[in-house]
């Protein structure tokens, strides 16, 4: 059977982040034949033009390392002030340059998240999705996974304990997988 690898982060810096957790449980609870490998974004400096004309900094290339060789890219965000962080959109944005040879163009990209409010990340996922628009990816429209009141649904080692969202979540990865690889035999 043929491995889908998938190049995941999550939009946030914080070590005890719900939604790098949230990826910890995506890799447990992966389908067979789904490897998903996190990258930190901690190091990837903010996008300045300026900088990429002198050359990705290190953080950056290895992003874009870790998208082009990928088979889809799975994304946890945040949800900040209603919208979706600048963590989250500056890795996406170093990700789009430049445009004509953007990792992301043509790749299958699946967003989850998690928060404490009651929304569970879904105006910063919306958000989101519209910058996948110029850079040509292909967002899984359904299902969707936002993990409302985070903070009841993980331990203090970062462990998703709910098992209604630990079920829910293979069963967004199962479709995730069909929804790459569709993508991939149809376009690329």
Known sequence: MPTTHVFAFAGSLREGSYNRALLRAAQEEAPEGVTIEIFDLTGVPLYNADLEAKGDPDRVTALKD????ADAV????????HGVPAVTKNAVDWASRPPKDSPLDGKPVGIIGASPGMTGSARGQSQLRQAFEFTNSYC???PEILVARAHEKFDEEGRLTDEKTRSFLGKYLTAFEEWATR??????
């Open 140 to 142: 899984m429209p359904q």
């Open 66 to 69: 870790g998208i082009r060789t």
């Open 183 to 188: 993508v991939s035999e149809d376009g690329r």
């Open 74 to 81: 799975l994304i946890a965000t945040p949800e900040y002030n």
